[in-house]
Structures are given as C-alpha cells and as structure tokens.
C-alpha cells in the first residue's frame, strides 16, 4: 500500500468519512487537492502503461447516474434487471487482457466516497422490483478492502435488503478480510480463476491460482454461495491440455456440491477498447491468436466457439448443466 506516493482529493471530498479513512492508512503520502477529479484522470496525453507502474489515488465524490444497466456482453445470469455500478475506477492488479485499458485515460485508482448514495440510489431502484447488481466489475473490491472496505459494506447493505442480490466479481485472496461477516442469502461471492500457467503470463500483480482456490474453499467452508467465473478463456499453446489440467485441479481442491454456479467466458472485447490496447501493449503475446470482429462490433477468437465448447464439456463433468452459464 506504501506505492502510493501521491493522493489526489477533491475539494468536495474533503470531509467525507471514507477520505479520512483512506488518509490514515497513507500518512506519508502526498496529498493535493483538486478541484474535480476528472482534472486529473481525464486530462489528455496520459501513458496508461507507465501510470501503471506507479499509480496514485483520487478520492472524490460521485455524481449521478450511480447505477447503469447492465453490458450485452455480460451474464445476467437470469435476472431480468441487471445492473453494476462503480463506486471505484481502475483496479490494483495488471492483466494484459484487461478491458480497462481501453476504458479509462488512466491507471490512477478512483475511489468515490460518497458511499452513502450509491446505496440511496439502490434503494430508489428497489422501488420498481428486485434487483441483480455487480459493483465490482471495474474493479476488485475484496482486492482493495485494506485499503477502503466497500466489499464489506456492500454486503452489509445487501444483507438488509430482501429483493437484491449482488456479485462481488474478485482475483483477490483476501477472504480473511470478510471473513468475519455472516454469509448473505443477497451475496454472491463471485472468483475469476484462470489456470496456473495463464495468471502467471498474462495476470500480474493477482494472486496465483492455488492461493485464490484457497480463499474459495475457506468460503464455501463458511457457508458463502461462491460462482466460478472462467473468464476470459484464453487461447495459449496446447490450449485443451491446459484446460483439461486446470478444471482437474480446480475440483480437487474445491467441493463441486458446494459451488452455486460458474459462467464461462471466451476473451472477447468492444472494437475500440481492442484497438486502443493493441496500440499500447506490444509487450505481450496475450492477442498472439487470430481474432476476428464478430456482430456488434465485438473482437474474439476466430474459433472462439471451438474453445468454448472444449471448455463447457469439461465443465460438465463437473457441474451440472444447470448451474453451467454462458
């Protein structure tokens, strides 16, 4: 957490509860004000890749819209009303395959403070029906609770509310950090696993595999309802073999009976998120395998549906084809 070096606060950020928070966990840290934060993460000519390396933290106060319906590209998982929200910008991990890249101008770490009214903002939309929610999708909540505990008061929250339901999407291994919270009928703990060669590759600064399969046993032990998310499949050298491999040492380490469901993912990415990455990432092999741009200005495998059928009958062997999405 020492990394960083600099703490960018907006001036109507100053006195809310979360910026003290996050203030005392960064003493040495310098600190700026600003006057909004897009000064800062929006401003042009910024280098993605070298912002990386040393990314720095804006704190400051979200304005509506708070909830946004939910990406075509994204499992609904049934739920007809389908929503994420964002109460952080940017992640602390660093895959080469990460859509972010191509989203935001830059690697600097928003956190909204203004907590409180993304939840004023789930209850307002309550009011219409349930709800299915993600507020970890530009992000990893669990992975920054050290640093400001969303992951547990979104699950302190949804727990009070009988009609949500929320996916905390995570590559953290920070369980113990949540641990101590009683599991929640309105929670889905939601773990994106990759196999052991692929994270080591293309998955830097996450946890390696058998630490994240780990946490999720520690979980499901708890009594949590825990998704496997396998996404984004990617094509590597002896790609079935890897596969094959990988979903063997998943479920010898974790109790299939136990897990709620998983979805699978081939890699898939809007056009112009792929072209901006490409452009900047010419240190990777990660987009080494021919891609195509499919219906709706998507970029994928062109066998995309050969490794996604690979996948899913191995799958099976495993779960039911009913707790099988995607």
């Not at 703990?189 to 946490?215: D, F, I, Q």
């Not at 987009?287 to 066998?303: L, R, S």
């Amino acid at each position: 957490m020492s990394k960083f070096s600099h703490i960018y606060i907006e001036e109507g950020a100053t006195a809310y509860p979360v910026t003290q928070h996050v203030l005392s966990r960064f003493p040495r840290s310098i600190r700026v004000a600003i006057r909004h934060y897009k000064d800062v993460f929006n401003r042009p000519h910024q280098n993605f890749r070298r912002q990386k390396a040393s990314p720095k933290l804006i704190l400051a106060v979200k304005q509506e819209p708070f909830l946004y319906p939910g990406p075509e590209v994204c499992e609904d998982f049934g739920h007809p009303n389908f929503y994420y929200t964002s109460p952080v910008l940017n992640c602390i991990y660093d895959c080469d395959y990460c859509y972010l890249q191509g989203l935001y101008p830059s690697a600097n770490i928003v956190i909204f403070v203004n907590i409180e009214d993304f939840f004023k903002a789930v209850d307002r939309k309550l009011e219409s029906g349930p709800l299915y929610l993600c507020p970890s999708y530009d992000t990893d909540l669990l992975a920054l609770e050290g640093i400001v505990p969303y992951a547990s008061r979104w699950i302190e929250f949804a727990a009070t509310r009988q009609d949500l339901v929320i996916e905390l999407r995570t590559k953290s291994a920070n369980y113990s950090a949540i641990a101590h919270l009683k599991p929640a009928e309105q929670v889905i703990l939601a773990w994106s696993l990759s196999p052991g060669e692929v994270a080591r590759r293309y998955e830097r600064l996450a946890p390696p595999l058998k630490t994240r399969l780990t946490a999720i046993k520690a979980a499901l032990q708890d009594g949590w309802q825990v998704r496997l998310c396998f996404e984004p499949l990617l094509k590597v050298y002896s790609w079935q073999h890897v596969y094959n491999e990988f979903l063997d040492e998943v479920f010898s380490i974790l109790p299939a009976e136990k897990i709620f469901d998983a979805n699978i993912g081939v890699f898939r990415m809007s056009k112009e998120h792929f072209k901006r990455i490409s452009r900047m990432r010419n240190d990777t092999d990660v987009f080494a395998f021919p891609m195509v741009c499919c219906e709706g200005e998507v970029v994928t495998y062109e066998d995309e549906k050969e490794l996604r059928d690979f996948f899913y009958q191995g799958l099976k062997r495993y779960l039911p084809e009913g707790k099988i999405y995607g």
